[in-house]
């Protein structure tokens, strides 16, 4: 029977690829090529303020000169506002959206969260906020454990739409999952704490939640995520020895002369189960011009 396995990579277009998403891409491509799945690539592009065209064009360009290309057409998530928006209306006739016109300042005292419910109204600039819950979400990570969300909606109402029309990334990636039938998620442990809201998500448009796995994030010698925020450099486009390199960090020693035997022996060797119980990895000093 032919796997119904759909994985994928979802780098943000807000600067070039770095070594830590390098690791996250490859992760989810073997994951996806040893269970003979599909993998995609979509560009979440849906912060219009922050992202660039020709990041993604250089992203797509980097994944390509590792042999990182999607099997289906690239999607990019600003050409699907109109279903963004079809499914914000479907959560407001529900009743679960609220109208905020609050302001950064205004939230200041609630640490920039957002408790309760406000008094705005739709007749001025607003964002739409998700009404927060007492729902306690709870699932299996293949590396992280047993993962439960007791508070995560409890004092919070994440916007899904803000006031200069951009949609929220949560709302975006749901949609998006859902649409392209994605079955398993292989992404940064980073992105744990945003998971209750998208299984709230899940779970208000009554569908079916992707497998979810979070592997540890590289992080540099100050222990912090490497990211385009602390300025992680490019990395170099089709170097086999990067590729070695973040393939070491997800526990699969290879040599390799080229590209797509590399490849073929991390998808033979991929055990995800290896990096069981960790959250985090720190960069070694010898490693460190990959990513400074
Ligand atoms: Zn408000």
New binding site residues.
Partial sequence: MASTYIGRFAPSPTGPLHFGSLVSALASYLEARQRQGKWFIRIEDVDGTRCKPAFAEQILTTLQSYHLISDDKVEVQSQHHPSYQYYLEQLEQQGQL?P???TRQ??QPFQGR?PHI?D?HTDAPHSW?LKSCELVYQYQDPIQGTLIFTDDLKNTSPILKRKDGYFSYQLAVVVDDHRQNITHLVRGADLIETTAQQLHLYSLFNWTPPELCHIPLIVNQNGDKISKQNHAKAITDGDITTLLCALKYLGLKIQALNMQDALDQAIRLWDIKRLKGQSALPIQPQDWHLIQ
Avoid: E, I, V
């Fill in positions: 609220f905020c016109n609050c205004s939230l957002h406000c705005s906020r």
